[in-house]
């Protein structure tokens, strides 16, 4: 886990301030006798590796198990999204059970015992019970998600827990990070019963009805992060296991009903119309006893889904192929996960995270694709830093990728503070939506994305949206064609409407990661584009010929060339598509860069000729074997292109001599298999880092102000951005290594140089 706690300090607050639990206060871990007493003045101990520090507690150690990790996660989760004092929690609270049958007495431990705000902890005060198990292997086989009508052990479990805990015992919850089931007791009845519930109450929601009624969900809360990933997940895998459809088709298939979510919010909030995106009481009653669904929530979901393509007809975001096929069992179980949050009102990072994660394990092309991870992109906008007032074009946007993290950094950047960094998780949030209008009118005006590949236009497209409410500018189109061929392809009319900004020669700004490959070579008229203009003359410089070498070893153009690796030809299309002074940042093979072959050092020489070169990253093969299953070692390179008055001047002077920056990123912050790296010293052990972070929560609708001393193990990342960077976070990094070098180098860049003449 990345953070680790010593110790919640809630500032005395008179009647606010909870008592202290009646157990023993929790011991500092240090060298001691047998027992773990430490000794006077002595400070914490080195952890081992399998070794936190527990959330709850703040300072007790324990070992992080499959069970631990998922009990902590979502101990994290009950403090931030549920609005829980952590001091109101206890792990492996015994509680003494009664077998019904047998009338024998046991005594089992609820993974989390939650009481009543401010008591000791004892078992008359529990109010909320929590089990938590290891997360099962994951499969290559297609598993299905178990509703709470097939949960019975996993129900009866938390059940009997609450039943002996006594009446004044709530709310349950069981999930193993797959499965998740919040649990209700209806004490109506003669006997106890347990019923499902949609979500939990905050810990300050003294009016939600426990009996799930429409009424009491209004006040829908922001997702946490990590609830938000496991809901898409499970309603993804839902329909993918349990209704039988590819991975690919469920991806559509729910996001047609997340794009009704969002569409209900909007006519809430903008409207004042009732919500229509909800589970009632009668519906969870029904959840309980089968998995027919209900077809009164069903009917309101497709309802909601025929105005969204209603709505988004002027942007033609949907055709008449795009149809929510999902049965009213599948409608039911995705409304249950999503109706308690409140989408518009969750910090865009989240929601752009969950949504990636979504995309891009289940959307894959086969034209030599290889999605950008995460880590890259935004590394890759930060350097070229794109500003309000330039254009910004991916002409191969795959999942979008690039595209949202321009979004993202351009928000942070212009309209939070210190790029939102140190606010709370619901002022970031704050910020965030009231900005979201800025937002959009920027992805409307300056942001463009192109792919030959339908679906993932498409893909990009509700990326966007899902960060802007506007369908934004992506285009169907053959990149390496357009604008001069391939005007049957359909985005590109909609593409010829916006000439004005992404014509060759207007883009200011150019993220891409091209498709690699000599198995899917360029072939046929398209490569007469990259020799001759618009009228047929014969272009200066040109990729796409055959090379080779003269007897002095100078290069030797040759033939045109009859077939081109797409790598190649991306490099001299993407000079061609930005304006004089404009950057571009790619990705490619390693190969064109280092490979002493004719046909590579010809890409490098027009490279040279036509830009200059601003930076160089090498990265490591985990990037790309973790976010796209492809062992590739690849560069990023970043490159200003030429005016004409500096090719000039290098025609009088000859070429220019000027410092560049070059860098090798060793750790991107993962293995291979994508477990997360952490800084560790000579000897191997972890490198800590201890620090005071202000942070509050809610409790009983106050707001708690909590300074917290953590103790963190730090990422090893070389490409930390800084959003995602913490003020303690003082490890060498790519982009203060180039901040660095500016700062030393700069007044003999030769563009720097042209700025001042």
């Known amino acids: 886990m990345a953070e680790e706690q010593l110790g919640f300090d809630i500032p005395e607050e008179g009647e606010r301030k909870p008592k202290r639990s009646s157990r023993a206060e929790p011991k500092a871990s240090g060298k001691g006798d047998a027992q773990g007493t430490p000794e006077e003045n002595a400070g914490p101990r080195k952890l081992q590796d399998d070794e936190i520090f527990d959330f709850i507690t703040g300072d007790k150690v324990v070992k992080l198990t499959p069970t631990e990790e998922v009990r902590q996660r979502i101990a994290r989760v009950l403090v931030h999204q549920y609005g829980i004092d952590p001091q109101d929690m206890e792990a492996d609270f015994p509680i003494p059970v009664v077998n019904q049958k047998t009338g024998r007495k046991s005594r089992k431990r609820a993974s989390i015992a939650i009481f009543e705000h401010g008591k000791e902890h004892e078992l008359q005060y529990v109010r909320r019970i929590v089990i938590t198990k290891p997360r099962p292997n994951d499969s290559r086989t297609v598993s299905k998600i178990r509703t709470f009508a097939r949960a019975k052990e996993q129900v009866d479990e938390v059940a009997d827990l609450m039943h002996a805990a006594g009446p004044q015992c709530h709310y349950g919850m069981w999930t193993d990070d797959k499965d998740l089931y919040f649990i209700r007791r209806n004490p109506e009845r003669f006997e106890d019963e347990y019923l499902p519930m949609v979500n939990w109450p905050r810990g300050d929601a003294t009016e939600f009805d426990v009996r799930g009624n429409i009424s009491s969900l209004g006040f829908m809360r922001r997702a946490d992060e990590t609830m938000l990933r496991f809901a898409f997940r499970r309603c993804h895998d839902y329909i993918h296991g349990n209704e039988g459809l590819p991975k690919d088709a469920a991806f559509w298939q729910f996001l047609y009903v997340l794009f009704a979510k969002l569409y209900d919010e909007e006519q809430v909030r903008e409207h004042g119309r009732d919500t229509r995106f909800y589970v009632d009481s009668s519906d969870l009653r029904l959840l309980a006893k089968d998995d027919a669904g209900s077809p009164a929530v069903a009917d309101r979901v497709r309802q909601l889904f ?402 917290i001393k953590r103790r963190k193990k730090i990422w090893d990342n070389d490409l930390l951005d800084r959003r995602d960077r913490p003020d303690y976070h003082d490890r060498p990094n790519v982009l203060d290594e180039y901040a660095k070098f500016l700062k030393d180098y700069g007044h003999e860049l030769p563009w720097e140089k042209g700025a001042e003449a």
């Open 306 to 707: 025929a105005e969204v393509k209603e709505a988004y007809a002027d942007q033609r975001q949907f055709t008449e192929y795009d149809q929510l096929t999902l049965n009213d069992a599948a409608l039911t179980f995705i409304t249950g996960e999503l109706s308690s949050y409140t989408l518009h009102g969750t910090s865009l990072d989240a929601v752009g995270a969950a949504y990636q994660e979504l995309v891009g394990d289940n959307l894959r092309g086969d034209r030599g694709q290889y999605f950008t991870p995460n880590v890259v992109t935004r590394f890759m906008v930060e350097m070229l830093d794109p500003q309000l007032d330039e254009t910004v074009l991916d002409p191969c946007c795959g999942t979008g990728g690039f595209l949202r993290e321009t979004l993202l950094h351009v928000l942070h950047r212009e309209w939070l503070p210190d790029f939102g960094r140190g606010l709370s998780v619901h002022e970031k949030a704050r910020l965030e939506t009231a900005h979201r209008p800025d937002l959009a009118r920027y992805a409307q005006d300056r942001v463009f994305g192109m792919d030959f590949d339908p679906f993932l236009t498409r893909a990009t497209s509700f990326g966007v949206m899902m960060l802007t409410d506007v369908k934004g500018n992506t285009f169907q189109v053959d990149s390496l064609q357009f604008p001069r061929m391939g005007k049957k392809m359909p985005g590109y009319e909609p593409a010829m409407k916006r000439a004005n900004r992404i014509l060759p020669g207007q883009v200011d700004v150019l993220f891409t990661n091209p498709p690699f490959g000599t198995d899917i070579p360029v072939t046929g008229p398209v490569l007469d584009l990259f020799r001759e203009d618009e009228s047929g003359v014969e272009k200066d410089r040109s990729i796409a010929y055959s090379w080779g070498r003269n007897k002095d070893g100078s290069l030797r153009r040759g033939k045109p060339a009859l077939s081109v690796p797409p790598e190649r030809l991306f490099v001299q299309k993407c000079v061609e598509w930005v304006k004089p002074g404009g950057r571009i940042g790619i990705v490619l093979p390693n190969g064109i860069l280092s490979n002493p072959g004719p046909d590579d050092e010809a890409v490098r020489q027009y490279i040279l000729d036509e830009c200059w070169v601003m930076a160089s990253v090498e990265l490591p093969v985990e990037p790309f074997v973790v976010g796209a299953g492809v062992n590739i070692l690849t560069t990023l390179l970043f490159l200003r292109k030429k005016t004409d008055r500096e090719k000039y001047e290098e025609r009088l002077h000859g070429p220019a001599d000027y410092p560049v920056f070059m860098a090798v990123a060793e750790k991107v912050g993962f293995d291979r298999r994508g477990n997360v790296l952490w800084v560790r010293d000579p000897r191997g052990e972890y490198v800590w880092h201890e620090y005071w972070e202000d942070d509050e929560i809610v409790v009983k609708d106050v707001i708690v102000p909590r300074r």
